[in-house]
């Protein structure tokens, strides 16, 4: 069974620091997978994609992600943390299946201090 | 352009009601899936509906129920409603049904069930 699983529930880093969120995936095949970012009260915003191909992937607002076969990983990563970068983050992996569903994680809770 | 919109934006009903949530695509997007994500977790896939037909179902009871209107627009009907119901009710519209269509997600809308 496809299984996403992100195991920082919240992470707390300061302005300016760098950030690596971690993802582990479980599926027979190397799938699509994906960063979403979730702002209180808002939608999923789609951070980056690996589809196949280069396996280190460039995003928006800086991000970046590395996928890892060997270690079934795909963490997403920033060099420099700002302020509005406080959100809720999702890997997914996806889309499966004849409804083309995504598989997400239970997401990590993203806290930066001054 | 307009994203995905959804409404209402919030609603609380009462156990064993029946609740509409409506969905608009973006523009030229065939297909629409819904999600729920209930708090502290990541989306659940509930739906997709690509021109107008079910192409994929999650794992929800049959109180959960959906259809698309030829303009593509897409509702998720939920019958007797239960407290375990309350979620972030989640809408995604793509071009179509290509692994590599991008999903955009509406903004949700929050349900409470009391």
């Known amino acids: 069974a496809q299984s996403v699983t992100q195991p920082d529930i919240h992470i707390t880093v300061s302005e300016g620091a760098s950030l690596e969120l971690r993802c582990n995936y479980s599926?027979?095949?190397?799938?699509?997978l994906f960063w979403y970012v979730q702002s209180p009260g808002q939608g999923l915003q789609l951070l980056l994609k690996?589809?196949?191909?280069?396996?280190l992937v460039q995003g928006i607002k800086g991000f970046e992600a590395e996928f890892k076969r060997s270690q079934s990983s795909f963490n997403l990563r920033k060099p420099s943390v700002h302020w509005s970068d406080a959100a809720e983050y999702f890997c997914?992996?996806?889309?499966?299946?004849?409804?083309?569903?995504?598989?997400f994680g239970t997401g990590t809770s993203l806290t930066v201090i001054p | 352009d307009a994203g995905v919109t959804q409404s209402p934006t919030h609603l609380i009903k009462t156990r064993g009601q029946h609740v509409t949530l409506r969905c608009s695509p973006i523009?030229?997007?065939?297909?629409v899936s819904w999600y729920q994500q209930v708090l502290g977790q990541g989306p659940q896939f509930i739906f997709q509906?690509?021109?107008?037909?079910?192409?994929g179902r999650g794992n929800f009871p049959d109180r959960f129920s959906a259809r698309q209107f030829p303009n593509y627009s897409s509702e998720l009907n939920v019958n007797a409603l239960l407290l375990g119901d309350s979620a972030l009710y989640l809408c995604?519209?793509?071009?179509?049904?290509?692994?590599?269509?991008?999903?955009?997600f509406g903004p949700g809308t929050r349900l409470t069930v009391t």
């Open positions: 997914a992996v996806g889309p499966l299946g004849t409804g083309n569903q995504f598989y």
């Open positions: 995604a519209s793509s071009l179509g049904t290509g692994k590599r269509d991008e999903q955009y």
């Open positions: 690996y589809f196949s191909g280069d396996t």
């Open positions: 509906y690509y021109e107008k037909e079910e192409r």
């Open positions: 523009s030229g997007h065939k297909s």
């Open positions: 599926y027979g095949a190397t799938p699509y």
